[in-house]
């Protein structure tokens, strides 16, 4: 049996928490011969605190093999203590008629206080995912207070949007899921969002090609893709959950993955156009576990040259914004 690994897990009675958690624990994010141990951090509300207890007591009467402990804090430096993988989900969401934006100056001061007790306190070896909205920009302002450990370490979640493309195309086409390949998210999770079907594949195929419509993936697919998010809002009431957590356990459990292609906001370092130093979605591969490198070399025509240079502003945008947290 392996050593159990420490996950902390913020915002962890909330609506995204209560479907990934269980998820994690059953072995889905991990794999299923590696034990964890859950640091469950809430906000320091009476509330909350009551709803993480009864979300503890169903994770221990699902007698999980796998699930060595459950820590429960509203205490950060207790809760990233010897973390190995810090899940950055506690949050405000938006509600109807908002942009992920507006959340900046509410959610951002979490992610400063969060990213210094991660770099006090977290493993050596700590990988950060930042789920929180705006999440690109939270993960660069997390990332901001990190002297210990490396930025690129820091990584925020495009996959919601990898795996919506994904099921877009795939309608679309008319054809099973698992045919589409490649299908990667260039810049914010926000509805400037670049889903760059250029490079995507059905049955090995240019996506393209096969769909044989500019039109459409120009127009109603980006849209769709980059205005999902919204479209839930407004159909639920509430910003997606499931889906949510279900994207986070692809995102952590393809960068554990040596070998998996996948889209993840990084920190970047001027590739296909961004800004250094702004977070932005792009195709990686992981390399060993936890670690990866960016795909480099794939060809960008004038729409997704113009796609990009949109979704990039945003993110510059975004950052100045908060320079005077950051300093
Ligand atoms: P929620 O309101 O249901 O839950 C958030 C939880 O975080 C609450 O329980 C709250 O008490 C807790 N919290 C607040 N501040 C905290 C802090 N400082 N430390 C620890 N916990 C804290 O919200 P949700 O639906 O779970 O969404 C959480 C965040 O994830 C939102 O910002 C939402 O917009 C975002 N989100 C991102 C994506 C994505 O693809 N990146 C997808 C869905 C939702
Ligand atoms: C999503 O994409 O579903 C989330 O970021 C929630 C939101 O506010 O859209």
Redesign the pocket.
């Known amino acids: 049996m392996k050593a159990p690994i420490r996950v902390a897990v913020?915002?962890?009675?909330?609506?995204?928490?209560?479907s990934l958690l269980f998820r994690i624990a059953s072995g889905a994010m991990f794999g299923p011969d590696q034990p964890v141990i859950l640091q469950l951090?809430?906000?320091p509300?009476e509330k909350?605190l009551k709803?993480?207890e009864g979300v503890a007591m169903e994770l221990d009467d699902c007698a999980f093999p796998l699930l060595k402990g459950i820590v429960q804090t509203?205490d950060?430096s207790t809760?990233f203590k010897d973390a190995n993988w810090c899940l950055l989900?506690?949050?405000?969401?938006?509600g109807p008629g908002m942009e992920?934006a507006d959340?900046l100056k509410d959610?951002g001061k979490?992610f400063i206080?969060?990213g210094r007790i991660i770099d006090a306190v977290a493993a050596d070896d700590a990988r950060v995912a930042?789920?929180?909205?705006p999440?690109n920009t939270n993960c660069m302002i997390a990332a901001s207070q990190a002297k210990r450990l490396p930025a690129e370490r820091f990584t925020?979640?495009?996959?919601?949007?990898q795996n919506r493309a994904q099921t877009q195309l795939a309608k679309k086409a008319g054809v099973d899921l698992t045919a589409v390949k490649d299908i990667f998210i260039y810049g914010n999770?926000s509805p400037t969002m670049f889903p760059a079907y250029g490079h995507a594949t059905i049955n090995g195929q240019p996506a393209a090609k096969v769909i044989n419509d500019d039109t459409w993936l120009q127009g109603p697919f980006c849209e769709t893709v980059g205005k999902r998010?919204a479209a839930i809002i407004a159909a639920r009431g509430?910003?997606?959950?499931a889906?949510?957590a279900n994207?986070l356990v692809d995102h952590v459990r393809s960068l554990v993955t040596p070998g998996a292609i996948h889209s993840v906001a990084v920190k970047s370092h001027g590739l296909y156009g961004f800004d250094a130093n702004v977070w932005a979605g792009m195709p990686v591969k992981t390399t060993t576990p936890g670690s990866y490198e960016v795909i480099t070399g794939y060809a960008m025509d004038a729409f997704a040259q113009a796609k990009i240079a949109a979704t990039n502003k945003e993110l510059v945008e975004e950052r100045a914004f908060v320079a005077d947290m950051i300093k």
């Open positions: 913020t915002g962890a009675a909330g609506q995204i928490g209560y951090i809430e906000a509300i909350a709803a993480l509203s950060a809760g989900i506690g949050a405000k969401p938006r992920r959340l959610n979490i206080e969060q930042v789920v929180g909205n999440a925020a979640m495009v996959r919601l949007d999770h998010g509430l910003s997606s959950a889906s949510a994207a």
